[in-house]
């Protein structure tokens, strides 16, 4: 997750305790991206203490994803030039004060603002935090001091949100609010105390990167992006809903069941990353299938427990597989540009977030929640269908050079 700023920091020496302060920024994204889909798994709890619908509670990932998805770039370089150590205590202690106003949100309104604040700085922090690290490694260690940052995407995945959901059903969901926004504040006197100063630099004029927009190819696979991020969470925005009310999970057995999602999800992380390289539109496509097989065969197993579990782990392995592979294909694309074809893929994928959220919402309104593995299904099957198309623009744009 990229920013669009393209000039290379100033060479500078890694700086003391650079280490630390890498693991900090990593500890910084868990935080971060747990902020941001914790409310997957408290979907059913906050709904019923607010009197709300699911579909309509499920709104809330749509606003956050819309706000990340419409703001992102802008803000990312409007902000380029603000010392990084300020910048990021500065989104840690909005992170804080956000989820506090989330835990004592009386109606769905106020829990929209609280979504909304987050939202407007998390791309902010995407946009630096890997440039960032880099500068504090030192020259010739930024690939491993990035890498590092985004393990807290991984934790995240694994271990936050399902022990969200897990405290939620200890202390309630406000409870679970509570403790990310002391996490926060935690993490921002950290900073505070042990981050160097990393100057920032002038938001780099786009025209140059903006040369990508005139390609068909580049902004085939971006479409595929969205199309890619709908079907994941048209069905995974309302998972904790699925297994309650579908699967028959008790509420407090939920967060052990997100868990185990995110730990097989980690093998498809590796599987993704064994293939993306040499042939990403490829790897999407296999992996989109292998995503409504897994989505499909959850729906359909519902009540045989081995097979559910089976066709969970397909759907779990697809979707964490999904992330870095859409990032990497898009990135690929474009022949020069790759930040601002990353911080573009950011909002792309975001864009698919909302819509899935939105669509997902719909299919349990009008169905319930046994169906909407099968909506998702049906659109990572046209995502898997739309590859053979974006392919051949690429082969076009191969034959002519000169147009790309």
Same mark, same amino acid.
Request: proline share 5%.
């Given at each position: 997750m990229s920013g669009i700023h393209t000039a290379a920091p100033a060479?500078?020496?890694p700086a003391r305790g650079g280490a630390a302060s890498i693991a900090i920024l990593s500890v910084a994204a868990f935080v971060i991206v747990t902020t941001e889909f914790l409310i997957?798994? @408290? =979907?059913?709890? &906050?709904a019923r203490d607010l009197?709300?619908?699911? /579909?309509?509670?499920?709104?809330? %990932?749509t606003l956050f994803a819309v706000v990340v998805m419409v703001c992102g770039p802008f803000l990312t370089a409007a902000l380029a030039h603000v010392d990084r150590k300020r910048l990021f205590v500065c989104i840690l202690?909005?992170?804080?004060?956000?989820?506090?106003?989330?835990?004592?949100?009386?109606?769905i309104w106020v829990l929209a603002v609280a979504r909304l604040l987050p939202a407007l700085a998390l791309p902010v922090f995407w946009g630096t935090a890997s440039d960032t690290a880099a500068q504090i490694a030192g020259p010739g260690k930024g690939g491993r001091a990035v890498s590092t940052v985004y393990l807290g995407i991984s934790a995240a995945m694994l271990f936050g949100i399902p022990l969200g959901t897990l405290a939620a059903d200890a202390v309630g969901w406000r409870?679970?609010?509570? @403790? =990310?926004?002391? &996490?926060?504040l935690l993490i921002?006197?950290?900073? /505070?105390?042990?981050?160097?100063? %990393?100057?920032?630099?002038?938001?780099?004029a786009p025209g140059s990167q903006a040369q990508i927009l005139k390609s068909p190819f580049f902004l085939a696979n971006v479409a595929l992006s969205v199309l890619v991020f709908t079907a994941m969470f048209t069905g995974y925005t309302y998972l904790a809903e699925t297994l309650e009310q579908s699967a028959g999970i008790a509420p407090a057995q939920v967060g052990w069941w997100l868990m185990g999602f995110g730990a097989v999800g980690l093998a498809g992380n590796w599987l993704g990353g064994l293939w993306v390289d040499r042939k990403p539109l490829a790897t999407t496509g296999l992996f989109s299938i292998v995503l409504a097989l897994g989505m499909a065969g959850?729906?359909?197993?519902?009540?045989?427990?081995?097979?559910?579990?089976?066709?969970?782990?397909?759907?779990?392995?697809?979707?964490?597989a999904l992330y870095p592979i859409c990032q990497i294909r898009v990135m690929k694309a474009a022949t020069g540009g790759q930040a601002l074809a990353g911080t573009i893929n950011v909002s792309a994928a975001n864009g698919g977030i909302a819509l899935g959220a939105a669509v997902g919402g719909m299919s349990i309104s009008h169905w319930g929640a046994g169906q909407v593995g099968y909506v998702s299904a049906a659109i990572a099957l046209l995502a898997a269908l739309a590859v053979p198309l974006v392919a051949a623009l690429?082969?076009?744009?191969?034959?002519?050079?000169?147009?790309r």
């Open positions: 060479a500078s020496a997957v798994g @408290l =979907l059913p709890a &906050l009197g709300i619908a699911v /579909a309509s509670a499920g709104q809330l %990932v202690v909005l992170f804080a004060a956000a989820n506090g106003l989330a835990a004592i949100a009386p109606n409870g679970a609010f509570v @403790l =990310l926004a002391g &996490l926060s921002a006197l950290l900073m /505070a105390a042990t981050l160097p100063a %990393v100057r920032g630099h002038d938001a780099a959850t729906m359909a197993f519902v009540g045989h427990l081995p097979a559910f579990v089976g066709a969970l782990a397909v759907w779990g392995v697809a979707n964490t690429g082969r076009r744009a191969a034959r002519a050079p000169a147009n």
